[in-house]
């Protein structure tokens, strides 16, 4: 009998399943083995675990207990600030040693001091050279050893820097913006805050200080800055980005009062008036934006999430500004997430929706997941094979937010979710996970996670369906800053039974990427567009096609054209001069940027078809040069530079990451370059049988350039054509009907209005046949070969229909 009982037999009634032992939030939170494991949650709000979860300690709960101190002096007054530490332990040789040491060296240094190194650089904690270089070069911090044991210190000085107007009201400065060199703004409402190096005090420090941002000499600073009073705060724990490290956190609060704000010398912060002013540091690029706000005034949510986060021991000093500046958005503006306090330890709350969009194509079950996320100029390598997911605004029901997310992570309106989506109810499952953030370091972060499948019906001529292509989605949103960000997230459509083995845990990388773009590869290069075409002619009228009345007196320009295909192996023909007769050869490739913000058969950009078209034409280019170790084989695998010189394995630009540069050399170094050269001998461009030297046939390069450049115009919705009744029916197509196959589309212009692509139309006949026969006859699709994506009988039956038939 009693409470004992009668919770365990009110939890055996609302097991979730046979067999399953759970238990309520409170014993969760007080059972350290489960707090951070990834649980379900049932409807009556009781934890359960998944089969086969395993359980790993969690490092970063075995927190050390804290002793806070704080002293006060004003006037005369003033502590000695430096003998706060002097007595905790000397730096003795430690400081000297570690100013020369290797990273090796730094890494034996620590573990011969009792740290375990091994739990470095794993999650949140830093690297060994990132604590090396915080010492040594940036000098954040320092060592200092206390009863034989390594603790390091950190301090900080904050400056409420006061002054009246000619009112008499006090004002206190305030940043209030910080521009990057990018361009980009992050709004602070902060006060003015330093770090102390090892070995200066606090008074040089801020001495220094005003000198570097203000430009205010020392002898000015003497005559018209007053101290009025400052304390100080030392809170000493372990901290989850040096485990095994105890660190030492001490903040010097400054008042600082301006005597004579009249001064000429203080015009400079926007004295007397009170003014808004800008400063640039000195070898920085960051832009600092200042403002007086009136003393005694509510205070900032900056501020007041400051003081939330120091009084439980999470060091501000240690949050990039972009990561607490998102902080105190998500917290104070957009609300999606809350804090709480659970055992004396404070979480943010996040509530995701996560969807599992399926389709079946060629009857095989298919899911979409993404393949990566452009924000900011920056990819985030974090993003493959992730469900669409998306943060829910508080009180947001989960069956809302699916529809919100489907709507804007795919662009998808209202009509098309209601006829063409099914949501599974009975597919909904929510968990939750608990970690300590990436980007807030120290802050633990409960995602609680609605799951739901949803399926799509039908074959919709969108989301690269109904083939299954790759995709991008581009998003243009405000953030905080009333400023516009583009992010695109491109996404691709994978058999389900291939990611049945892709651990379904949960990306924090989809929601905390502030500290995740340091060290990310460049993004890709692309080329300028095109001037789009205007249309000319003919009446704007239904029955004459678009395509033919954009092409309207554009004529090809053959010089150029059949210099590029007369020079492609020529060693002093260029890639430039290669790049510039084509895109002035060819009149067809502005086609690819008509309504360049329209949707595409593919599912992608119409920009990034082109980009494509262009990536191909340069790739025939390089790997006709690849015969006797030209400059074919390395721009091909390592592209060219701004300049168009070839790159290789060492070049420094483009930055891309290890993995992808290891790929592109492991493929330099292994394929069988010349099977490329057995391929285009068979296929008529290059002739190998009159001597020792390979020849090419220009006519046939030609035709090749000319199909490449036109072969994915049909791609661009708005070029479509439809059957006309006189040749009715096409391919499966009846009279009126848009092509919507791309290929077929193609070769229906080919075939019956060859005379509005003039490039095509310039061809001899010979040529012409041959790059009808690649749309009309074969009925291949190369991508599904190599994605896997269609049994062999749709795949193969027309291309072994032409093959047999000769």
Not at 210 to 219: R, T
Not at 454 to 473: I, N, R, Y
Not at 567 to 592: K, M, T, V
Request: glycine content about 6%; proline content about 5%; aromatic content about 8%.
């Amino acid at each position: 009998y009693g409470r004992s009982l009668c919770t365990a037999r009110q939890l055996a009634d609302t097991s979730p399943r046979d067999q399953c032992v759970h238990f309520h939030a409170d014993t969760k939170w007080r059972l350290r083995v489960f707090a951070s494991l990834p649980m379900s949650v049932s409807a009556e709000n009781s934890y359960f675990l998944d089969p086969w979860t395993a359980v790993v300690p969690d490092s970063a709960s075995q927190r050390v207990s804290v002793r806070k101190h704080s002293w006060w002096a004003t006037g005369s007054d003033i502590l000695d600030f430096d003998g706060l530490h002097k007595n905790a332990g000397s730096v003795g040789p430690a400081s000297e040693e570690i100013a020369s040491m290797s990273v090796p060296q730094f890494r034996e240094f620590l573990k011969s001091r009792g740290v375990d190194t091994s739990k470095f650089g794993k999650g949140v904690a830093k690297t060994v050279d990132d604590l090396l270089t915080e010492i040594v070069l940036d000098k954040r911090s320092y060592l200092v050893e206390k009863d034989g044991r390594l603790e390091r210190q950190r301090e900080l000085v904050r400056v409420n820097l006061c002054a009246a107007n000619e009112h008499g009201l006090d004002h206190s400065l305030r940043i209030s913006m910080d521009v990057m060199h990018d361009g980009r703004t992050r709004t602070r409402n902060q006060k003015l805050a330093t770090v102390i190096p090892e070995g200066v005090s606090w008074e040089d420090a801020l001495t220094q200080c005003f000198v570097e941002e203000f430009n205010i000499p020392e002898e000015l600073q003497e005559q018209l800055l007053s101290v009025e009073a400052n304390w100080v705060t030392r809170e000493r724990y372990e901290s989850p980005s040096t485990p095994g490290l105890m660190t030492s956190y001490l903040t010097r609060e400054v008042r600082i009062r301006v005597l004579n704000p009249t001064h000429e010398g203080l015009s400079g912060i926007g004295l007397p008036s009170m003014k808004l002013f800008s400063t640039v540091r000195p070898g920085s690029a960051r832009k600092r934006r200042w403002d007086w706000v009136v003393a005694g005034e509510n205070t900032s949510n900056a501020e007041l999430l400051e003081e939330l986060l120091s009084s439980h021991k999470i060091d501000i000093a240690e949050l990039d500004p972009v990561a607490f500046e998102d902080l105190l958005e998500e917290v104070f503006e957009t609300k999606v997430s809350t804090f709480k306090e659970c055992c004396g330890e404070l979480l943010r709350c996040l509530d995701i929706v996560r969807i599992i969009l399926s389709v079946d194509i060629l009857s095989v079950p298919h899911v979409l997941v993404t393949s990566c996320r452009i924000r900011r100029g920056q990819r985030d390598s974090m993003e493959k094979d992730r469900h669409i997911a998306m943060r829910m605004r508080s009180g947001q029901s989960w069956q809302a937010s699916v529809q919100e997310a489907l709507m804007l992570k795919l662009g998808l309106d209202a009509k098309f979710l209601e006829e063409q989506i099914l949501v599974d109810q009975s597919s909904y499952k929510l968990s939750e996970e608990v970690e300590t953030s990436r980007s807030f370091s120290g802050l633990k972060t409960v995602y609680r996670i609605h799951t739901v499948g949803c399926h799509v019906l039908g074959m919709p001529h969108m989301l690269g369906l109904p083939h299954g292509h790759d995709f991008a989605v581009s998003r243009s949103t405000s953030n905080s800053r009333r400023q516009r960000e583009v992010t695109v997230t491109y996404f691709s459509w994978k058999q389900s039974e291939r990611m049945e083995g892709v651990s379904t845990h949960f990306a924090k990388a989809l929601l905390d990427t502030a500290s995740s773009v340091k060290e990310e590869p460049d993004a890709k290069r692309r080329l300028p567009l095109p001037s789009p075409l205007s249309v000319k002619g003919p009446p704007e009228n239904d029955k004459v096609p678009m395509i033919q009345r954009l092409m309207h007196g554009h004529t090809t320009n053959w010089v150029r054209a059949r210099n590029a295909a007369k020079r492609i192996r020529d060693p002093n023909y260029g890639c430039e001069e290669f790049y510039n007769d084509c895109i002035a050869a060819f009149p067809e490739l502005s086609l690819y940027v008509v309504g360049a913000a329209s949707a595409t058969t593919s599912g992608r950009l119409a920009d990034d078809e082109y980009q494509r078209t262009l990536g191909a034409l340069l790739v025939f280019y390089w790997l006709m040069r690849i015969e006797g170790g030209g400059d074919g084989m390395q721009s091909f695998c390592f592209g060219v530079s701004d300049d168009w010189s070839p790159l290789d394995s060492t070049s420094s630009r483009p930055k891309r990451n290890s993995e992808e540069l290891s790929r592109r050399v492991a493929f330099y170094n292994q394929v069988r370059w010349e099977e490329f050269t057995e391929l285009f001998v068979t296929a008529g461009l290059l002739d190998n049988s009159r001597g020792p030297n390979t020849l090419h046939d220009e006519e046939r390069t030609l035709s090749m350039l000319v199909l490449t450049a036109i072969h994915d115009l049909m791609k661009v919705r708005a070029l479509l054509p439809q059957v006309d009744p006189q040749h009715a029916p096409f391919q499966g197509y009846q009279a009126g009907e848009v092509i919507n196959d791309h290929d077929l589309a193609l070769g229906y212009v080919l075939e019956y209005m060859p005379e509005v692509l003039p490039s095509f139309r310039g061809l001899a006949p010979a040529q012409k046949e041959s790059v009808k026969f690649t749309q009309l006859s074969m009925g291949y699709n190369m991508g599904w070969l190599v994605q896997a994506e269609a049994p062999p009988g749709p795949l193969f039956k027309r291309f072994k229909a032409a093959i047999t038939s000769g």
